[in-house]
């Protein structure tokens, strides 16, 4: 059991998560940990995250930075989850910041230079899963 939810819920949890965040770093998009929650529960089936308990709002950024384990080679070494962000902001939650100290990043302590770093991540995670437009043969 982890967070309450049983290996095979959490695996589908993570699974599911990179497969969503994939997706939205190929349409060059970002989410919101709202988003990302309900589309996890229609997704997996199991119940979604509370973020009014510390602890479910924990077991997601647990979840997150297993997703970031699971495609950070995948991604060349970027945290795919800067593309997850807190509803009507435009930046990163705090555990993104400490994840990135903890992979060696060199995260600015001002606020704007932070917000450039989380920009420059998501912008670059953008790039690499962008799918190429198809082009028209010539008849």
């Keep these: 059991m982890h967070y309450g939810r049983s290996d095979d819920e959490w695996d589908r949890l993570v699974q599911e998560g990179k497969q969503f965040l994939v997706e939205q770093a190929a349409l060059q998009r970002t989410t919101t940990y709202t988003e990302l929650n309900a589309v996890l529960v229609r997704r997996t089936g199991v119940k979604g ?9 924990a077991a ?3 979840l997150l930075e297993r997703v970031v384990e699971d495609c950070f080679a995948e991604t060349g ?3 795919i989850s800067a593309l997850v ?7 990163a939650g705090s555990g993104f910041y400490v994840l990135a100290r903890s992979k060696g990043f060199p995260v600015p302590a001002k606020a704007s230079e932070r917000q450039l770093f989380w920009a420059g991540h998501v912008g670059a995670l953008h790039k690499h ?4 437009a198809r082009r ?3 008849e």
């Design 85 to 91: 962000q807190y509803l009507d902001a435009n930046d």
């Design 136 to 138: 028209l043969r010539a």
């Design 60 to 62: 997601l950024g647990d």
């Design 49 to 57: 995250f509370d973020f009014g308990l510390p602890s479910e709002r």
């Design 77 to 79: 070494g970027l945290l």
């Design 129 to 132: 899963y962008v799918r190429p």
